[in-house]
């Protein structure tokens, strides 16, 4: 049975993360993914915004109905910042662009 919360009326899944030699990685708790290229992953997760960076990165499986992702690549580092600070961040960028 998976642990679900709920937080102001919404369901929350719950996070994990599991990293294998740094080559692999499976990530739950994703409830979407902002950006991907091959140098970095940008997901908002149940804990917060999440930045994964290395080389050759590629989204392998993605089900944001289940909140799970599927990494390949090197894994050079994972970096959190909280949700407002992700919001924030992008209505800015939105900003900058019609600017």
Wanted: cysteine-free; aromatic content about 4%.
């Amino acid at each position: 049975m998976k642990d679900l919360r709920e937080e102001a009326g919404k369901v929350v899944l719950p996070h994990k993360v599991i990293i294998n030699d740094r080559k692999s990685g499976s990530l739950t708790g994703v409830s979407d993914v902002l950006s991907f290229d091959i140098h970095e992953v940008v997901l908002e997760t149940s804990q917060g915004m999440l930045v994964v960076k290395g080389e050759d990165l590629h989204v392998n499986r993605l089900n944001l109905e289940k909140g799970e992702v599927d990494l390949d690549g090197t894994i050079d580092s994972l970096t959190y910042s909280s949700k407002a600070k992700g919001i924030q961040g992008k209505k800015a960028l939105v900003q900058r662009l019609f600017q």
